[in-house]
């Protein structure tokens, strides 16, 4: 059974740093292209990052671009995401995803991934 579990959000003031991790299980973690999601209220779910197998290769979304940076560690089956100089539009709650068959294209659309999180919610206040 896979299993992906976020952890490490929480509520931090505007300017402020979150480090979020996802354990991976059940799956061939170093095979996967990993991704960062999150979700605001109201709002759709967005892209926010991503991360090739074994080379390494990220993607970051533009809103986030600068601050935020995804990595991962293949012996923990572990990604993370860290997060700074936090503003408040990037509360939201945030999953990780797994694409078990990563193809050539950056896979930047939530239908290419494959397993998810259940989220952690990240909160900043100003």
């Known amino acids: 059974q896979v299993q992906l579990a976020e952890s490490g959000g929480g509520l931090v003031q505007t300017g402020g740093s979150l480090r979020l991790s996802c354990a991976a299980s059940?799956?061939?973690?170093?095979?996967?292209?990993m991704g960062w999601f999150r979700q605001a209220p109201g709002k759709e779910r967005e892209f926010v990052a991503t991360?090739?197998?074994?080379?390494?290769?990220?993607w970051h979304a533009d809103a986030v671009k600068g601050r935020f940076t995804i990595s991962r560690d293949n012996a923990k089956n572990t990604v993370y995401l860290q997060m700074n100089n936090l503003k408040p539009e990037d509360t939201a709650v945030y999953y990780c995803?797994?694409?078990?068959?990563?193809?050539?294209?950056?896979?930047?659309?939530?239908?290419?991934?494959?397993?998810w999180g259940q989220g952690t919610q990240v909160t900043v206040s100003s």
């Open positions: 991360i090739r197998t074994s080379s390494g290769y990220t």
């Open positions: 059940g799956l061939t973690f170093r095979s996967c292209a």
């Open positions: 995803a797994a694409d078990r068959n990563p193809g050539t294209v950056v896979p930047t659309r939530a239908s290419l991934y494959d397993y």
